[in-house]
Each structure stands twice: as C-alpha cells, then as structure tokens.
C-alpha cells in the first residue's frame, strides 16, 4: 500500500523534468544553430573579398599589357591624371602621373642600353563588394616607363 502512495506522489515529476530538460536542449540547439549560420555568413564575406581582390589584380594585369598604356603614358604632362577605366573596361580607379625622373638601374645595365630618363605613375584601383557593395578594397602599382 505504501508503494501505491509513493506512485501517486509522484504523478508528472517525470513529466516535468523532462521538459525542462528538453527546454534547456531545444535552446542549445537554437544557440548553435544561430552561431554556423553567422559563421557561414563570415565566411560567405571573406570568399566576396577574395573574389574582389583577384579582380582587381586582374584589372591590373589588363592595364599593363594594354597597348595603349605606352602612348597615353608618353603623353601625360607632370601632375595629370586619367580615369583606368579608358584601359580597362569597368574598372574604377586613376593613373596619375607622379614625377619624370633617373631610371633605376637595370641588371643588365650597358653603355647600348642607357635610357636614363624614366616616367613614374602610379596606378590606384578600387572594387565594392559585399552586401549592398558596401564594402570595398584598393590596390595601388607603381609604373615606370623609360623615356625616349
């Protein structure tokens, strides 16, 4: 008779904590779930930034091998500037033309090669990216260009 007391007494004990501990596991659960999906979001963010600096490297690479580059460079007066995007389609970012001056000196340096004069741009690109293109990243080269 006292164990069908005991029973009665306890009635929804079981129920209860149990519930409670599933309480505790449903919001570890929504705890980890909200931390991979901002993980994910961070990555996500870092692969759009990669992504524009390749661009950009690229749209560099496409500047230097224009075959306009030469011409435009030999044309510039001191000080002047011009728009990237006239070589490279899409591009956003300057060439400026920094100052006319000595070359640096060539490993294979020899009295028939002696161009001493040289031009100095410098080439400043810009890319958005992310969400909105809220973002954005910058690359800068430096252009020498001997002087005839």
Known sequence: MESAMAIRSQNGAALFVAMIFLLILSFL?????SNSNQGLKVAAAMGDR???EHA????MNQL?????????????????SMAISGFVAGADGTLSHTID???A??????SNNAITQCRYLRADANKKYGKANRASTSIAAGI?????
Not at 29 to 33: A, D, E, N, T
Not at 56 to 59: F, M, P, R, V
Not at 66 to 72: E, I, R, S
Request: hydrophobic content about 40%; charged content about 15%; proline content about 7%.
């Open 29 to 33: 659960g929504g705890v980890l779930l």
């Open 56 to 59: 950009l490297e690229g749209e």
């Open 105 to 110: 000196r060539s490993f294979s340096a020899s």
């Open 144 to 148: 020498e260009q001997p002087m005839l």
């Open 64 to 80: 230097v091998i224009d075959p306009n580059l030469q011409g435009a460079i030999g044309s510039m007066t001191p000080a002047e």
């Open 101 to 103: 001056g000595v070359c």
């Open 50 to 52: 990669l992504g524009a």
